[in-house]
């Protein structure tokens, strides 16, 4: 149906869809159990902030699920390498998920204010910490991690979780944080109505204020100081994959080269930097959906742009950069892409509308008289 090389590129393509699905669709759960200990006044309105993403939350970690999915069956190399070189962030991010759920199922099992504030904050590092960490690891994947394999494709890491945590990663973490933190608000503001309502918008119109500053500030630091890794030589884009069938440098700027080749591309960062101005300058306006879209455009922008810089990257490698997994030669075989792709081209459309009708079933804000109507009900 499709040569290796255009198969290739499409599942390239994919996995930039399951990450901004995932970012887009779990972000706003994210951003809502960040907001939760500050937002809300009274036990109330906190319960009001949970039930607006209780019945959704875990129907959203599907798209995590099919990320990590896709990499394993579309990438093996890359699963491998990242899922072994980042074990302990990931381990990390899994106990800080783990909170989720916990948190949602007990903190309503019993009254007191001690109690259900811990929970709270649970749900609170529940949110936080998975946003700090995957924004962390994207900047270590621009910046490179230290990672060789040998001829046998034995790989071997030289860093460790704190290495993890460069001052460039960092601020790719709280780009993370602040673009989540204003979608939840967002989402806030949709889901809710009165008092909340109005904090929601007024925390996102200056959460998205921050997300663009970061945001432009990461770009300045690729622009002025990042460095790259392009492709000398290499197998053919439509060959076997082999990850040292290649050789590759290292070269200042070269996550900008891809721009100049197309420029076209121009506009993916454009709508990372435009989105979060629009959703401040709109932050008012009574279309939340509107506001709501825009917030995800702007998700996309920031993951579009990450994936336009290192194409074809997946995981460069900044010690052996003739090491680093590209999407020429780490991917799995020809038949392998073929199949899935079918399987995706089956089940995803059934995936996206049965979400469709999730959401359609539970429109409309949750509001504090519901909650007291329902309380025995209710998260």
């Given at each position: 149906?499709?040569?290796?090389?255009?198969?290739?590129?499409?599942?390239?393509?994919?996995?930039?869809?399951?990450?901004?699905?995932f970012?887009?669709m779990?972000?706003?759960?994210?951003?809502?159990?960040?907001?939760?200990?500050?937002?809300?006044?009274?036990?109330?309105?906190?319960?009001?902030?949970i039930?607006?993403?209780?019945?959704?939350?875990?129907?959203?970690?599907?798209?995590?699920?099919l990320?990590?999915g896709?990499?394993?069956?579309?990438w093996?190399?890359?699963?491998a390498?990242?899922?072994?070189?980042?074990?302990?962030?990931?381990l990390?991010?899994?106990?800080a998920?783990?909170?989720?759920?916990?948190g949602?199922?007990?903190?309503?099992k019993m009254?007191g204010?001690?109690?259900r504030?811990?929970w709270?904050?649970?749900?609170?590092?529940?949110?936080?910490?998975p946003?700090?960490?995957?924004?962390?690891a994207?900047?270590?994947?621009i910046?490179?991690?230290?990672?060789?394999f040998?001829?046998e494709?034995?790989?071997?890491y030289t860093?460790g979780?704190f290495?993890?945590?460069?001052?460039?990663?960092?601020?790719?973490?709280l780009?993370?944080?602040a673009m989540l933190?204003?979608?939840?608000a967002?989402?806030?503001?949709?889901?809710?109505?009165?008092?909340?309502a109005?904090?929601?918008?007024?925390?996102s119109?200056?959460?998205?204020l921050?997300?663009v500053?970061l945001f432009?500030?990461?770009?300045?630091?690729?622009?002025?100081?990042?460095y790259?890794?392009?492709?000398?030589?290499g197998a053919?884009?439509?060959g076997?994959?082999?990850?040292l069938?290649?050789?590759?440098?290292?070269?200042?700027?070269?996550?900008?080269?891809?721009?100049?080749k197309?420029?076209l591309?121009?506009?993916?960062?454009?709508?990372g930097?435009?989105?979060?101005?629009l959703?401040?300058?709109?932050?008012?306006?009574r279309?939340?959906l509107v506001?709501?879209?825009?917030?995800g455009?702007?998700?996309?922008?920031v993951?579009?742009?990450?994936?336009?810089s290192?194409?074809?990257?997946?995981?460069?490698?900044?010690?052996h950069?003739?090491?680093?997994l590209?999407?020429?030669?780490?991917?799995?075989?020809?038949?392998?892409?073929?199949?899935?792709?079918?399987?995706?081209?089956?089940f995803l459309?059934?995936?996206l509308?049965?979400?469709?009708?999730?959401?359609?079933?539970?429109?409309?804000p949750?509001?504090s008289?519901?909650i007291?109507?329902?309380?025995d009900?209710?998260?």
């Open positions: 149906m499709f040569d290796f090389e255009t198969l290739k590129v499409i599942w390239w393509l994919l996995l930039g869809v399951l990450l901004i699905g970012a887009v779990d972000g706003f759960d994210l951003g809502v159990g960040m907001l939760l200990p500050f937002i809300a006044r009274t036990d109330t309105e906190r319960r009001v902030v039930n607006t993403v209780g019945p959704v939350w875990e129907g959203n970690q599907v798209w995590l699920i990320g990590g896709a990499i394993f069956a579309a093996p190399a890359l699963y390498a990242s899922f072994s070189g980042f074990y302990l962030a990931m990390l991010v899994l106990a998920l783990i909170l989720r759920p916990v949602f199922k007990f903190r309503s009254p204010v001690r109690w504030a811990n709270d904050w649970a749900l609170f590092v529940g949110g936080a910490v946003s700090l960490v995957f924004g962390v994207m900047g270590n994947l910046e490179g991690v230290p990672f060789s040998d001829s494709l034995r790989a071997t860093f979780l290495d993890l945590l460069n001052p460039f990663a960092l601020l790719c973490g780009v993370s944080v933190t204003t979608h939840g967002v989402y806030l503001a949709m889901k809710t109505d009165g008092d909340l109005r904090r929601a918008r007024t925390i119109r200056y959460a998205a921050v997300w500053a432009a500030l990461a770009g300045i630091w690729i622009w002025k100081s990042g790259g890794i392009a492709i000398v030589t053919l884009p439509g076997e994959p082999d990850p069938a290649k050789t590759a440098v290292s070269r200042t700027g070269a996550w900008l080269a891809n721009y100049g197309w420029p591309t121009m506009l993916v960062p454009a709508i930097l435009a989105a979060p101005v959703v401040a300058a709109l932050a008012s306006i279309q939340r506001v709501f879209t825009v917030s455009l702007g998700i996309t922008g993951i579009g742009s990450m994936g336009v290192l194409f074809p990257f997946l995981l460069p490698s900044s010690s950069p003739g090491s680093s590209t999407v020429w030669d780490a991917s799995s075989s020809h038949r392998t892409l073929g199949i899935m792709l079918i399987a995706v081209v089956i459309p059934i995936i509308a049965y979400t469709s009708w999730v959401y359609w079933v539970m429109r409309g949750v509001t008289a519901y007291e109507a329902n309380r009900t209710s998260y």
